[in-house]
């Protein structure tokens, strides 16, 4: 990562700003350490505890000093600074305005050797440099809208190959010449069953892009939840045996997506379906679930790359994205421009390293107004944060980097938290998502003399942008024409992009993400710590229970675990809370296992002996009846 590694050595000194003055302070080379990182990813290196003090390092003194002279307000100037930055793709009828960001021409001169930087650095990544160092991965995102620029033919011919797969698989899908068993002879649903960039950009671009009555309507299992994985399985009710269900996982081993796949498939064999004729497995090649899907003979299974992230893999096998590749690969055309101007993403990342001080000082809020484009916001969270919220730079800088995004639509958040951002904490910068066109062709209506609904909305819009200014919140707007499977692939690459510049920008790898694998591993030690529970509340129950032999023998005979349960002879032993935590040998998780007592008696398989949860040293339980497969899962 050379070009990286140099990016900080090259920071230059930034100066004072005529307009807005105030010295801005260079970054001290001496407060950066020099990592001691080898030569393969960083997590095996020695990171070295680096007191990063960010005022130095990133400039921020010098950035909030330059800021000290506040916001341009005469209105001819800023229609002179509107006209002077104004980004227009013309292909694409793509606008973007970034003059309601204040940064000066200074900021932006001297930025310019980190966007050189930082452009030379994505120019590797797409010729197939290990842009994910701490995963030792290439970074082949933009490769799926053109494969040509993959960096080998084998690549090039996955991602063709992929791609007319999966369209000639949907094609097949609608005109009904793959079907369900069922009598209805098509599918009419589909429900897709991942998590994060697995269900994000899938559920972004469902509603933004599904029409009015499309073929197969949508829905979406996107979290180990069971109430809301019922809800989905009721709202199906019969047309469950015409429902494609597409199981997507790039990993193929996300808890919450396999559980997900788990209770889809009991709702088939309770409905007395075969699972295996209408599901479809999106993962990478030789995954659990690619494996589960090739042995149970599924319906189809399309490949996921390792070399893309799942906050990047919108592009890859899933809706119908040839316009949306058209429109990814116009816009990744745009953003390998090396002229700042000329590069939308590059000045999306210029505004986001004024308006957060490199640092992620303010927040993103993301309003499009246009409800097709509700879920961006939600969308951009994942792409934005999970991408840039780090906790060391390439240099094994301790930085806590990112940036928070929130937001829904507009005008809908006006009457929510408009009220805050115009008079409240400035702690965010906003990006508002213009649509030109309210209405297709001929169907707008007047519902007053020369006003329409869609005036009102772009009323909304731009008076809250002069709202917000007036009383210096900056904003960004980016305008496009109007939602289509083009635009929206547009404005995906166009993040994407901006991300990867900004993440070059603030010197840290925005392609892993290490944060979530902690989670994963203490969501992991919560149920092994509520297996060792149920054991000891086995063991207290004075009934040992039969093995797993005799279990198949009173299933055989139809007995019901619960039923030999209810006819023990001894009651069973009821334990407080430190008893419990002494025979998990775990007295420190006493907390935990409370928690875990208190969610299985809301449940009814633990029973509340003495005492309640409001007073925990008073809770005395034992096993109530139970799954025995959970005692012996
Ligand atoms: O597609 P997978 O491997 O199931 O992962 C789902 C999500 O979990 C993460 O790996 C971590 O949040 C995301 O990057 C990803 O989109």
């Given amino acids: 990562m050379a070009s990286l590694s140099g990016l900080c050595s090259s920071f230059p000194s930034l100066k004072p700003n005529n307009r807005i003055g105030g010295e ?61 930055w104004l980004y227009q793709h013309k292909e694409l009828g793509l606008y973007l305005d970034v003059s309601r960001i204040g940064f000066s021409d200074e900021f ?17 990544l797409e010729r197939g440099a290990i842009a994910n160092p701490d995963e030792g991965r290439m970074v082949g995102h933009y490769w799926l809208r053109n494969a040509k620029l993959a960096p080998n033919p084998f690549l090039q011919v996955q991602i063709d190959k992929t791609l007319a797969a999966v369209c000639d698989f949907a094609d097949a899908v609608i005109s009904g010449k793959i079907k369900p068993p069922s009598p ?53 009710g019969p047309e469950l045996a015409s429902t494609l269900v597409i199981v997507i996982s790039k990993s193929g081993g996300t808890p919450e997506t396999r559980n997900g796949l788990l209770e889809v498939q009991k709702a088939f064999r309770e409905a007395g379906l075969d699972f295996s ?32 992230g799942g906050r990047t893999s919108e592009m890859s096998a899933g809706v119908d994205i040839r316009e949306m590749l058209v429109g990814a690969s116009m816009m990744d055309e745009a953003t390998r421009s090396t002229v700042l101007r000329k590069n939308p993403a590059a000045l999306l990342a210029l505004c986001w390293y004024w308006a957060t ?39 094994g ?78 904003s960004i707007t980016v305008t496009v024409q109007e939602v289509t499977p083009r635009s929206v692939g547009a404005l995906i690459a166009l993040y994407e992009r901006a991300v990867g510049i900004y993440a ?21 030690e919560v149920l092994a710590l509520q297996k060792r529970v149920l054991a000891v509340l086995n063991e207290a129950s004075h009934f040992s229970l039969p093995s797993s032999s005799l279990i198949q023998r009173l299933d055989d005979l139809q007995m019901q675990f619960s039923h030999f349960n209810a006819h023990c002879e001894d009651p069973a032993e009821s334990l407080t809370l430190q008893e419990i935590a002494d025979r998990c040998h775990a007295p420190d998780d006493i907390e935990m296992i409370y928690k875990i007592i208190e969610h299985m008696a809301a449940n009814d398989r633990a029973l509340i002996a003495e005492g309640d949860c409001g007073s925990p040293y008073s809770l005395k339980v034992f096993l109530g009846e139970c799954n025995v497969d959970e005692l012996y899962a």
């Fill in 397 to 474: 800088n301790r930085v806590n980097q990112g940036i928070s995004v929130y937001g829904n639509k507009g005008s809908t958040d006006q009457h929510a938290y408009i009220q805050q951002l115009r008079e409240g904490v400035h702690n965010f910068f906003v990006t508002f998502i213009e649509v030109l066109r309210d209405r297709p062709p001929g169907h707008d209506w007047e519902l007053e003399p020369g006003v329409t609904c869609g005036d009102y909305l772009f009323g909304m819009l731009q008076g809250t942008r002069s709202a917000l200014y007036a009383n210096d919140r900056e």
């Fill in 184 to 236: 209805e002879g098509r599918f009419t649903q589909i429900l897709s069953v991942g998590i994060g960039g697995s269900a994000l950009g899938p559920q972004f671009v469902a509603e933004a892009l599904a029409p009015d009555n499309p073929p197969l309507k949508i829905r979406f299992i996107d979290n180990t939840d069971p109430a809301g994985i019922d809800h989905q399985i009721a709202q199906l």
């Fill in 277 to 308: 004729k209408q599901g479809v497995a999106i993962t990478q090649e030789n995954s659990l679930l690619d494996n589960t899907a090739r042995i149970e003979g599924w319906v189809a299974r399309f490949p996921m790359f390792d070399w893309v």
């Fill in 504 to 524: 070059s920008l603030v010197n840290i790898n925005a392609y892993h993400q290490p944060g979530v694998e902690a989670g994963k591993k203490a969501a992991g």
């Fill in 24 to 84: 801005l302070s260079p970054v001290r080379k001496d407060s950066l350490a020099v990592s001691t990182r080898s030569n393969s990813s960083f997590k095996h290196s020695v990171a070295r505890e680096v007191s990063a003090d960010l005022s130095k390092t990133n400039d921020v003194a010098g950035l909030k000093q330059a800021k000290q002279g506040g916001l341009e307000k005469d209105p001819k100037a800023l229609w002179r600074r509107y006209v002077d």
């Fill in 108 to 124: 932006v001169s001297e930025m310019e050797p980190r966007f050189q930087a930082a452009f030379k650095a994505m120019e590797e």
């Fill in 357 to 395: 001080d490199g640092i992620g000082s303010k927040d993103m809020v993301v309003l499009p107004y246009k409800d097709s484009l509700l879920l961006f916001s939600r969308y951009l969270q994942q792409l934005v944060m999970e991408s840039l919220g780090k906790e060391f730079d390439l240099d």
